[in-house]
């Protein structure tokens, strides 16, 4: 690491300081519907994804050459703009981990690094190809795929597995969502791991550091695999929640289902270099596995409200990007007051989130922490109603007549 300068150490620890929020706020991605379900015990879910995670930051580096080498002019860089882009993603992240919303680590990143790269090249400086063909398509196109996807699954699985034992097949699919959680965990070290090294190599670049269109170095791909996996182990609890029990009730066929398509998804994009958002596939998919099963209700209220998450992420973090640019412009004293500024609202955002405790004992209530009434159950939004009127689920009366159909099992016990 020689000839790195001050604000270079300063850019590469703000990075991996990034790469940790993403580790904890996208834990609910690989681990939420396999803790919802009980597939797994919370601790042993965020472990085993941690691990995995550090393991799946070294099977590629695509998505890391796209960040470094495709998305922005290299040459109009600063190490003082990337820093004002992880300042805008870190806080954005920070926010919604606050309100519990599964919003794109990997698009607030992006957003960031576009704001700030503005504010100190101009519009030219960004790659507009890139940033459609590579971000913004695949942002559109993930949860859609990815729903459809567990959808058909959570339909076929339900009617490939109708005739099997009951015990039986919960284990089953609970082996098989460990499984699939597990890939999508390899699959999110893949993917997003690798958008920290990119941006850190985007840095010694243009730092001077390391020469154009350099491949990530070893001790990059390290230090990002191993703070995204602590980041990963810590939990990002409050969206854990939210996303194994705030969009649907999911039960163990639906949670194989949504992890195996979103990991499929993930995957994909992983080999095509698309800067894929991971809890945007996840997001779907859980949803089209809520719809797949007949009776099934997906809270609409909550969507909504991560929907619109979704579309400020980008400008969101962008505008607060472009602000930090502005300030560290100034100087050595702006870049100061801005590290103060992140470290300062860092420490505001945690203590708020003390107030209402989320961690791996209340993880699965359907309540919230300090509530004394239950939440009220959600009634059926449009799109859940129209698939039920497709295929329905059994009325009561059709239920009473299979029951009266079946021989009763003779009772062997006897009455001492």
């Known amino acids: 690491m020689e000839g790195i300068s001050l604000i270079l150490a300063i850019v590469v620890i703000t990075a991996l300081a990034f790469d940790f929020t993403n580790g904890f706020h996208d834990t609910a991605n690989a681990m939420a519907t396999t803790i ?93 190809d890139v940033l459609v063909t590579k971000v913004l398509i695949p942002a559109l196109a993930a949860p859609l795929v990815a729903g459809a996807a567990a959808l058909l699954a959570t339909r076929l699985t339900y009617r490939l597995g109708h005739k099997a034992d009951g015990e039986s097949a919960r284990k089953g699919y609970r082996a098989g969502q460990i499984a699939s959680a597990g890939l999508v965990s390899l699959a999110h070290g893949t993917n997003d791991a690798q958008k920290t090294m990119g941006i850190i190599t985007l840095a010694l670049v243009a730092g001077g550091s390391l020469a154009p269109d350099s491949d990530p170095p070893v001790w990059v791909i390290l230090s990002a695999g191993l703070a995204i996996a602590l980041g990963t182990y810590l939990g990002g609890w409050r969206i854990i929640r939210t996303m194994g029990k705030g969009l649907t009730d999911l039960q163990p066929q639906q949670g194989f289902a949504a992890q195996t398509s979103a990991a499929t998804v993930i995957l994909a994009s992983s080999h095509l270099g698309f800067s894929l958002s991971t809890t945007h596939s996840v997001s779907g998919s859980v949803m089209g596995a809520g719809l797949g099963r007949k009776g099934g209700v997906v809270r609409w209220s909550t969507a909504t409200r991560m929907f619109v998450a979704w579309g400020l992420t980008l400008p969101a973090a962008a505008l607060v990007a472009a602000l930090a640019e502005y300030v560290t412009d100034l100087g050595d004293w702006g870049t100061a007051l801005v590290a103060v500024f992140l470290v300062a609202s860092s420490a505001a955002i945690w203590k708020v989130s003390r107030r209402e405790v989320v961690d791996h004992t209340n993880v699965n209530a359907t309540e919230p922490v300090d509530a004394v009434e239950p939440v009220a159950e959600e009634p059926a939004g449009v799109v859940t109603a129209a698939i039920a009127a497709v295929s329905p689920p059994p009325t009561v009366a059709a239920a009473e007549e299979l029951a009266a159909a079946v021989p009763a099992t003779p009772d062997t016990k006897t009455t001492v």
Do not use: C, Q, Y
Not at 36 to 45: C, E, I, M, R, Y
Not at 47 to 59: E, T
Not at 85 to 103: C, D, E, K
């Open 36 to 128: 919802s379900t009980g597939a797994l015990k919370p601790k042993v879910a965020v472990a085993m994804s941690a691990v995995l995670n550090l393991v799946g930051a070294f099977l590629s580096v695509e998505v890391a050459n796209t960040i470094s080498k495709g998305l922005v002019d290299e040459s109009g860089i600063r190490p003082e703009v990337i820093f004002a882009a992880l300042v805008g993603a870190i806080l954005w992240n920070l926010v919604t981990w606050l309100v519990g919303l599964p919003s794109s680590s990997s698009h607030a990143l992006m957003g960031g690094l576009i704001g700030a790269t503005i504010a100190s090249a101009g519009v030219g400086a960004v790659h507009g």
